[in-house]
């Protein structure tokens, strides 16, 4: 019969009314009062599945029970089975567990970068960051597969606005986190959660990725260099700190400021991958992967003035242990405060200006690329161990100019060797 209001109120308990209009439509009662819509279906692959469309009641009647059937049965047709859907979607992940979840397989190494590398530990604590102290406190309760791209958006204006900057503490004595918040951050989190979305699609916990097609704030790159009249304050500066700041952090400043190496990479390196005698620093492991720098002579004597450990050994120690200097953005804001720069010059500054030098003093690109750390394109950079006689006079000529511009003179009467002939 056709179901309507007078058969849902007369049906006893156990009984099962067909529709007549709507294939598998059924009301069905149990032991108690309530009376439950459901459908019955084979799915493309011929299995009989029970779908419950809802109890009868606000909003469900039999005609919009009839009404939501057919809409099924067209999901059906198509392939969809909606009992699994609606299974799934039960028991679906939330975004908190899907973070962790994409965090522990991005530790374990079976997530790959675009170079076909695991991430480094360095972009591991990042994500980790960005995901505790912005996309948790946000997304962290809802379920995986009804996030909505307005839901992405509001996530972005939140971080842009500063609703999710604190300040918190960290293990250490006397630690604190400065968590803020701005359209830059905010940028950079969405492209992470598109990632973790990408991830999810690929585990197949959603059939789309919500991130995509959400416009994200303009990059704000940072061209920021050095004046004349600051790169004197700096050189003065680095002077004025010798025996007020630890040594080791004047030091590297300096070294940044003659090479444009990125701070991370100058803080990280050790004696063993240093040679002074061919003037070639080779770092295994940075933000492009294994590289080779030329180094300036200047840069070769502040290193050769250093005392030295052992191989292993840091060439910027720390204040206390053997770790990397963890301090140094501190003691570089300290620098900076002595030389009264403003406080907007920092180690990226540097790395900038020594760019902006080299473009100044006519050097191509791609020279300024390998002096600095760029990622090249060229093969042959893959079997390159020495830095040839342009490259490293190209390194002297942007120290020899910074080092003039903070009134200093490289020291005069240089031995350059040679080598032997055969």
Not at 22 to 35: M, S
């Amino acid at each position: 019969m056709r179901i309507g209001l007078r058969e849902i109120r007369a049906m006893a308990p156990g009984a099962v009314l067909w529709d007549a209009t709507v294939p598998g439509l059924a009301a069905r009662r149990q032991t108690g009062e309530a009376v439950a819509y459901v459908l019955k279906y084979r799915t493309a692959e011929g299995r009989a599945r029970w779908h419950t469309i809802g109890r009868h009641g606000a909003p469900w009647t039999p005609d919009l029970a009839r009404a939501e059937a057919l809409r099924l049965l067209g999901e059906v047709v198509k392939g969809a089975d909606p009992a699994e859907a609606k299974q799934a979607r039960r028991h679906a992940l939330t975004v908190t567990e899907l973070c962790d979840q994409y965090l522990a397989d991005a530790e374990a190494g079976r997530l790959l970068t675009c170079r076909r590398e695991a991430k480094r530990a360095s972009t591991l604590l990042s994500d980790r960051g960005r995901i505790e102290r912005h996309i948790k406190p946000i997304l962290g309760r809802l379920a995986v597969p009804a996030v909505r791209r307005e839901d992405v958006e509001r996530l972005m204006h939140a971080i842009a606005e500063g609703e999710t900057a604190a300040r918190t503490k960290t293990g250490k004595p006397r630690g604190l986190s400065h968590v803020r918040g701005g359209r830059g951050v905010a940028t950079r989190t969405i492209g992470l959660l598109g990632a973790i979305f990408t991830y999810a699609v690929a585990k197949r916990l959603r059939a789309d990725n919500p991130v995509r097609g959400v416009m994200r704030f303009a990059d704000q790159k940072r061209e920021r260099r050095l004046s004349d009249d600051e790169y004197a304050a700096l050189g003065a500066g680095l002077r004025k700190a010798e025996g007020a700041i630890w040594p080791p952090a004047v030091a590297c400043a300096r070294f940044l400021a003659l090479t444009g190496w990125r701070s991370g990479e100058a803080l990280a390196l050790r004696w063993r991958d240093v040679d002074l005698v061919r003037r070639v620093a080779t770092l295994p492991d940075t933000k492009t992967g294994r590289s080779v720098r030329p180094l300036a002579r200047a840069a070769c004597d502040l290193l050769t003035a250093l005392p030295r450990s052992g191989d292993s050994a840091l060439v910027f120690r720390a204040t206390r242990g053997d770790g990397v200097m963890a301090g140094f953005p501190k003691l570089f804001a300290r620098l900076a405060k002595l030389a009264e720069l403003p406080a907007d010059v920092t180690p990226h500054v540097l790395r900038h200006s020594f760019a902006s030098l080299g473009g100044d003093l006519g050097l191509s690109e791609p020279t300024i690329g390998t002096l600095i750390g760029h990622r090249s394109g060229g093969i042959t950079a893959r079997y390159t161990h020495l830095a040839d006689a342009p490259l490293l006079a190209a390194a002297d000529a942007v120290a020899r100019e910074t080092l003039a511009r903070m009134g200093e003179a490289e020291p005069a009467g240089a031995v350059v060797p040679l080598r032997a002939a055969g």
